[in-house]
């Protein structure tokens, strides 16, 4: 049986504690076990329970737990934060970061090494909150809760506004007092809650949803979110996530007034419009009655001014029509009329008188030219005519008989003369008599 | 409870002031009809009372939002509450 190479009667446990003196006095050679029991015995004598350590955070990893070393110029000290603190801290943690870590240093005995185990963190420089508010705004930011484009716009004539706040707050009265002095016709609701403390988010979230989802139905056209001046921790409830995404889904438009006139949360932000007060937000929010009742009269006297003008210049027209000549004398709009129909007729008759005259030279002409033609014309030219014994006209000599008196007219006068001979001899073949008969007929005519 | 602000109303205040500027518009156009002119003009009229009369609304007074048990929220008179 091999010895063991230190003294194993009386304490047969290895990891047990040796007390510190025995240690420095024997030779005796101690497990590892032993040796880390030592180290974290003299640590919990030596050392407070909690210590604050401020430095710099290098190494960081974030799996459940984070892990980080904290180190300064000469020194560095690994450091463990569990879930459960990390969940508390508020702040991202990064490299490069300096904090003030506050927990107990122990020893982690399966790697040999001095641990802070980290319950607290604190940045230096810039406030845990201040911190945590700057990271917010950048991630709310890249999420798209401050464009301007998502902004909705205020109504003029709110006939409801809700105003979340607190009952007992200063805030409230000059919300109050602000609308009564602007409008009264805005009825004010209050939605009392938590403006401070640990309560305050999670009852500002619930409340703007509750406006979310039933605000239209009972005639809220606005909302107002405010609260009074305090400290950065006093206004902490609007810089929380949870405030900030109701803000974002609520479809009423929401002005904001936090803290004094310095301060920036979170929740005016995300608001549709940012006031410096309360006062001012119920100015924004609320009509101003004498502005509009200004705006009103002025409304009035132009409508009645541009229609007086219509109606004039309408009236000008009229007056202007009923003043022409025309209109004035209206027998003048016949003359030209007359002028025409006297023109008309005169041309009517000295066209007829024409056309007359026309004509009677025609018949004259005619008269002239038939008078030509008559038998007594044709005696004129030296003709003749000869008369049998019974007086009518002798056309051939066989119609009378020698020794017959026969009368020749001539243009001047008679001659009465006796027949010698009728050319018996010449007795004209039956044909030739057809011939003489065609010329007897024109003789006829010329005397009919 | 939320008795208040029962009949509404043909035209916001709003909408009533866009229309009567319209309707100024209209008529210094010179464009319209003088007996078109003279029903817009009774029209303008009508909307600017009726803006009058929004205006002057009865004082209202501060009214308090409570959900019950089940969430639903309500208006509550708060006639007692001197917010002075």
């Known amino acids: 049986m091999a010895r063991l190479p230190f003294d194993s009667n009386g304490s047969a446990d290895p990891t047990a504690r040796p007390a510190v003196g025995n240690v420095a006095r024997s030779d005796t050679p101690l497990t590892v076990s032993q040796v880390a029991a030592l180290v974290r015995g003299v640590l919990a004598e030596a050392l407070p329970a909690k210590l604050r350590i401020i430095g710099e955070v290098s190494n960081f990893t974030a799996r459940t737990h984070w892990f980080f070393s904290l180190k300064d110029e000469q020194a560095t000290l690994r450091c463990v934060c569990f879930a459960s603190s990390a969940g508390r801290v508020g702040f991202r943690l990064a490299d490069g970061i300096e904090v003030v870590a506050t927990g107990r240093i122990d020893y982690y005995d399966a790697q040999g090494q001095l641990q802070l185990y980290v319950e607290k963190l604190e940045p230096v420089g810039q406030g845990a909150l201040e911190l945590r508010f700057r990271q917010l705004c950048d991630e709310l930011r890249q999420l798209g809760y401050f464009d301007v484009e998502r902004k909705k716009p205020l109504p003029t004539m709110p006939q409801r506004v809700a105003v979340v706040t607190s009952r007992t707050g200063a805030a409230l009265q000059d919300v109050i007092h602000t609308a009564a002095r602007r409008w009264a016709g805005c009825q004010l609701l209050l939605y009392d809650v938590h403006v401070q403390g640990a309560a305050a988010a999670p009852e500002i979230a619930a409340a703007i949803d509750t406006l979310s989802q039933q605000g239209k139905p009972l005639g809220i056209d606005a909302v107002i979110l405010t609260r009074g001046g305090g400290s950065i921790e006093d206004l902490w409830a609007f810089n929380e996530r949870v405030v900030a995404d109701a803000l974002f889904r609520c479809p009423l438009p929401v002005a904001a007034a936090i803290g004094h006139e310095t301060d920036t949360t979170v929740a005016e932000l995300v608001a549709d419009m940012r006031c410096a007060t309360p006062t001012q937000a119920a100015m924004t929010l609320i009509p101003d009655r004498e502005a509009l009742e200004h705006q009103l009269r002025q409304l009035s006297h132009r409508l009645v001014l541009l229609m007086r003008r219509r109606v004039d210049a309408s009236r000008q027209r009229v007056d202007s029509a009923a003043r022409h000549p025309l209109l004035q004398r209206p027998d003048r709009m016949l003359a030209p009329l007359r002028d025409r129909l006297t023109t008309l007729s005169r041309l009517l008759t000295t066209g007829a008188l024409r056309k007359l005259q026309s004509s009677q030279q025609q018949v004259e002409a005619l008269t002239r030219q038939l008078g030509a033609l008559g038998p007594r014309n044709v005696l004129q030219r030296g003709y003749s005519y000869t008369l049998r014994p019974n007086g009518r006209v002798l056309r051939q000599p066989q119609q009378v008989q020698p020794g017959d008196r026969i009368t020749t007219v001539l243009a001047a006068g008679r001659l009465t003369s006796r027949v010698e001979t009728n050319g018996q001899a010449n007795a004209t073949s039956p044909r030739r008599r057809g011939k003489r008969k065609a010329d007897d007929d024109t003789q006829r005519e010329l005397f009919t | ?84």
């Open chain 2, 1 to 84: 409870m939320g008795k208040a602000r029962t009949r509404d109303k043909p035209l916001k205040f709003e909408q009533a002031i866009e229309k009567v500027e319209a309707i100024i518009d209209q008529i210094d156009s010179g464009e319209v009809e003088l007996e078109q002119c003279l029903t817009q003009y009774e029209a303008g009229v009508k909307l600017l009372n009726r803006c009058y009369s929004i205006l002057s609304a009865a004082e209202r007074k501060i009214a308090e939002l409570t959900t019950d048990a089940q969430g639903k929220l309500k208006i509550v008179e708060t006639s007692d509450r001197n917010d002075k």
